[in-house]
């Protein structure tokens, strides 16, 4: 690995623990700002360092993000000018407006006692949270890659965050206990705001005022709101918990249903439910094939190169190929399973495929399938002779166990491999081969 890209995944790796540090942060912010503005507590000792430490942190990520590349519309921004006007209009005002610490110059009596309200631009600090977003991309967990750990994790934070900041509203209005110290004060609003909120409120907090009156039938209002998105929540992510197991096992359903209605063998259903039992086992009932069509032809190459790996390396006939036509070749690849027993196809029928065996035995066998010449294991290939030859299959292939094949069908096969002679010349020779010990 070279320097350059060694020195870019280190600038990627201190990029993700930076964003995490400014989650972290904001989320801190987010509960201390409305704490400090309704019970005003001394800045002081650990809290006054802390304080001026935010300032400075956000500052420096101010300064950044006039450099920090941005996502818009899928493509990657990284035009300097662009990047800086961008910020300027964005962001900029308002990031400036949140890390000034007047917080500190009240304590210090630098700002007179009328401009305290300009102690309001502290909650600005919490627009930091927006920036979450930038967060989770970093730490590559966008919309569609939430696992139900994560989901679970943001459904908490927020309602845990809209909880806080109900307490501390309600607070503001005089709701609750009054004449009792800050944390008893601030205990008993959370009880309510969660209580409230999860549309359980006991009634043994209630409001008094107008004022109170109003906002609690807001918050409960947004309590049934707030109850009815968790509850789905839960019980979508609990149900997609194992989505695909949960499809696979649905078909499965469908297809026993299916069994049953139409009455067929018993013999025959074992099969059916040993050929998906090895589906399942061995490609998670994935269809590759389906979610390789849905991509680009650029991503898609580099996935089925990708995904064919360990084929292509265990197949010595295409480790002779070009980097260049194995991946023609792999992206043309079908897969395919056969059960124990099945015949791939027998002596004498046309020869449309060629085959690769990634796991599992065929066995090479005469037309009354008694006699076996030879068998085939991992990483073997067969069909070659009626596909260059343009002939009928010379034997028969039959599977000996479950077998995972790939193939290709003859067309494309003769049209890739006709650009590239040295390899057209080499499979001729290994068909000659092949030919010779057959006629042996
Ligand atoms: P084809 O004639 O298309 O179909 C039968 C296949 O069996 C044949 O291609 C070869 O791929 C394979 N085959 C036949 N004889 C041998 C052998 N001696 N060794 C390996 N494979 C063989």
């Known amino acids: 690995m070279n320097l350059k890209i060694k020195l870019t995944i280190l600038f990627q790796n201190l990029k993700k623990y930076w964003e995490l540090f400014l989650f972290l942060l904001a989320t801190y912010c987010s509960i201390e700002v409305p704490l400090w503005i ?30 920090t590349s941005y996502y818009k519309n899928g493509n990657l921004i990284t035009d300097k000018k662009t990047i800086f006007i961008n910020y300027l209009r964005s962001w900029f005002v308002l990031d400036t407006l949140s890390i000034f610490p007047f917080e500190i110059l009240f304590e210090m009596n630098l700002i007179p006692e009328e401009l305290t309200f300009l102690s309001i631009f502290r909650f600005l600090r919490i627009i930091k949270l927006i920036d979450i977003d930038n967060f989770k991309l970093s730490w590559g967990m966008h919309e569609f890659s939430n696992t139900s750990f994560l989901r679970l994790f943001f459904l ?3 309602i845990a965050l809209f909880a806080h900041w109900t307490a501390c509203g309600w607070i503001r209005i ?4 009054q004449n009792v110290e800050a944390t008893r004060k601030y205990i008993r609003a959370i009880y309510w705001s969660i209580t409230t909120l999860g549309t359980i409120g006991y009634g043994d907090i209630t409001p008094v005022t107008n004022e109170q009156t109003l906002y609690a039938v807001s918050v409960m209002i947004i309590g049934a709101g707030v109850y009815g998105y968790l509850v789905g929540n839960i019980a979508s992510i609990l149900s997609n918990r194992d989505l695909v197991k949960t499809q696979f096992i649905e078909k499965m359903q469908k297809i026993t249903t299916f069994m049953t209605y139409k009455n067929l063998p018993k013999d025959l259903q074992t099969n059916i439910f040993a050929y998906y039992d090895y589906v399942w086992k061995n490609r998670k009932g994935f269809d590759e094939n389906l979610i390789l069509a849905e991509l680009p032809p650029s991503v898609r190459e580099r996935v089925g190169l990708y995904l ?6 265990k197949v010595p006939f295409l480790a002779d190929a070009s980097e260049d036509l194995i991946s023609k070749i792999v992206l043309n690849l079908r897969p395919i399973v056969y059960m124990e027993g099945d015949y791939i196809f027998r002596k004498g029928d046309e020869g449309d495929n060629l085959y690769f065996i990634s796991k599992g035995i065929v066995e090479i066998v005469s037309e009354d399938g008694i006699t076996i010449y030879g068998t085939l294991t991992d990483g073997s290939f067969f069909g070659e002779i009626a596909l260059i030859k343009d002939s009928p299959r010379t034997a028969s292939i039959r599977a000996k166990v479950f077998c995972d094949l790939y193939y290709i069908d003859k067309t494309t096969f003769k049209i890739l491999v006709k650009g590239y002679p040295k ?7 290994l068909v ?5 010990r057959l006629k042996h």
């Open 423 to 429: 390899f057209e010349a080499h499979i001729n020779e």
């Open 308 to 313: 064919n790996k360990p084929l292509v390396k």
């Open 38 to 67: 309704l019970f005003r507590f001394p800045l002081t000792g650990i809290l006054f360092y802390l304080e001026i430490s935010i300032s400075i942190i956000f500052f420096i990520s101010l300064i950044l993000s006039f450099k």
């Open 174 to 177: 005089g709701g609750g206990e």
């Open 156 to 158: 908490i934070y927020w």
């Open 432 to 436: 000659e081969e092949r030919m010779k």
